[in-house]
């Protein structure tokens, strides 16, 4: 199957800047693709060079197959994109901003109540933008990137400054586009959280390199989990845990975390653990073992002295 997205030893340097740095990205089709990272990383100046509108220093991107260096136009009528704030006119209704999308891009009329739908925007489609709230027109912007049936969405940090509802509504409507209209999602945000609920696969920048890649379910299963136990006698836990040559701490008044890196191992004799410390007469209130989210994984993978000149190459996790 072709990728969606392919990119190899892609790079981009403003003067002496590296912004991008020899990434090399792999997005299937009809998936959704967290590309995380902190400001800075190199993000947006990446889906500029995917959209042709930088020219990269060095290395190629491939858009369903199509070099976008040699055929941009060909590439770009596969891609719908949304880049930082979507510029609408506010005197206008949503649907007239649609119409007028279409006009310029050649698309049916039938194309704007379609796209309506797909975000929920049908209800307010005859009022003026201009009264629309922030999450509304993020999902216009989403509307208007939809139009033409894109196979490729790009959406650049589309949750900015959004309000716990539009965030949830924005989180539905990315997560449905893959199933609902075959649309692969390429979406790119600092706010690890929001992805973790949504993306099936991730890339996560820093320093401008892609340091790690990989389907999300892979990425978790080759991570340690976290392991608690809510108990009554945390000191005698802590030596029981350590003759077992499990290291662990002691976190508030009643909890005992063990350390990630023996979780794998905790988490497969766990009954064991349990049995044992009930046996000795302490009583076990709460056990939970919880795979990391992506936050902790990103930490755990960039470190606190990490050096992106010395960063290990990405991992690669098969699907």
């Given at each position: 199957?072709?990728?969606?997205?392919?990119?190899?030893?892609?790079?981009?340097?403003?003067?002496?800047?590296?912004?991008?740095?020899?990434?090399?990205?792999?997005?299937?089709?009809?998936?959704?693709?967290?590309?995380?990272?902190?400001?800075?990383?190199?993000?947006?100046?990446?889906?500029?060079?995917?959209?042709?509108?930088?020219?990269?220093?060095?290395?190629?991107?491939?858009?369903?197959?199509?070099?976008?260096?040699?055929?941009?136009?060909?590439?770009?009528?596969?891609?719908?994109?949304?880049?930082?704030?979507?510029?609408?006119?506010?005197?206008?209704?949503?649907?007239?901003?649609?119409?007028?999308?279409?006009?310029?891009?050649?698309?049916?009329?039938?194309?704007?109540?379609?796209?309506?739908?797909?975000?929920?925007?049908?209800?307010?489609?005859?009022?003026?933008?201009?009264?629309?709230?922030?999450?509304?027109?993020?999902?216009?912007?989403?509307?208007?990137?939809?139009?033409?049936?894109?196979?490729?969405?790009?959406?650049?940090?589309?949750?900015?400054?959004?309000?716990?509802?539009?965030?949830?509504?924005?989180?539905?409507?990315?997560?449905?586009?893959?199933?609902?209209?075959?649309?692969?999602?390429f979406v790119s945000s600092h706010i690890?959280?929001?992805?973790?609920?949504?993306?099936?696969?991730?890339?996560?920048?820093?320093?401008?390199?892609?340091?790690?890649?990989?389907?999300?379910?892979?990425?978790?299963?080759?991570?340690?989990?976290?392991?608690?136990?809510?108990?009554?006698?945390?000191?005698?836990?802590?030596?029981?845990?350590?003759?077992?040559?499990?290291?662990?701490?002691?976190?508030?008044?009643?909890?005992?975390?063990?350390?990630?890196?023996?979780?794998?191992?905790?988490?497969?004799?766990?009954?064991?653990?349990?049995?044992?410390?009930?046996?000795?007469?302490?009583?076990?209130?709460?056990?939970?073992?919880?795979?990391?989210?992506?936050?902790?994984?990103?930490?755990?993978?960039?470190?606190s002295g990490f050096a992106p000149a010395?960063?290990?190459?990405?991992?690669?996790?098969?699907?």
């Open positions: 199957m072709t990728a969606a997205i392919e990119t190899t030893n892609l790079a981009r340097r403003f003067g002496r800047q590296v912004a991008v740095d020899g990434i090399d990205l792999d997005v299937p089709e009809r998936c959704v693709y967290g590309f995380l990272g902190q400001n800075g990383a190199g993000k947006t100046t990446t889906i500029r060079l995917l959209l042709g509108l930088l020219k990269p220093t060095a290395g190629s991107v491939r858009i369903f197959g199509i070099d976008v260096g040699r055929r941009r136009i060909e590439a770009a009528r596969l891609i719908g994109a949304l880049v930082e704030t979507p510029c609408h006119y506010d005197h206008l209704t949503g649907r007239e901003n649609l119409a007028i999308t279409c006009r310029l891009l050649g698309a049916p009329k039938t194309e704007v109540d379609r796209v309506l739908e797909t975000v929920d925007l049908l209800h307010a489609a005859d009022r003026r933008v201009g009264g629309y709230s922030l999450g509304m027109r993020q999902r216009l912007g989403v509307a208007r990137a939809l139009i033409g049936r894109p196979k490729l969405l790009l959406l650049d940090e589309p949750t900015n400054g959004l309000d716990p509802a539009g965030i949830v509504d924005m989180r539905g409507l990315i997560g449905s586009l893959p199933e609902r209209d075959g649309v692969t999602v690890l959280a929001e992805i973790d609920q949504t993306a099936t696969h991730v890339g996560l920048m820093h320093g401008g390199r892609l340091v790690l890649q990989a389907p999300v379910d892979s990425l978790r299963l080759a991570q340690a989990k976290t392991v608690r136990l809510k108990v009554d006698r945390p000191d005698d836990t802590l030596a029981l845990l350590r003759s077992m040559d499990i290291a662990a701490s002691r976190q508030g008044t009643d909890e005992v975390v063990i350390d990630p890196s023996c979780a794998a191992v905790a988490a497969s004799e766990i009954a064991v653990i349990n049995f044992l410390l009930v046996e000795r007469g302490i009583r076990v209130s709460g056990l939970e073992v919880r795979e990391p989210s992506l936050e902790e994984i990103f930490i755990r993978t960039i470190g010395a960063a290990p190459p990405p991992l690669a996790l098969a699907a």
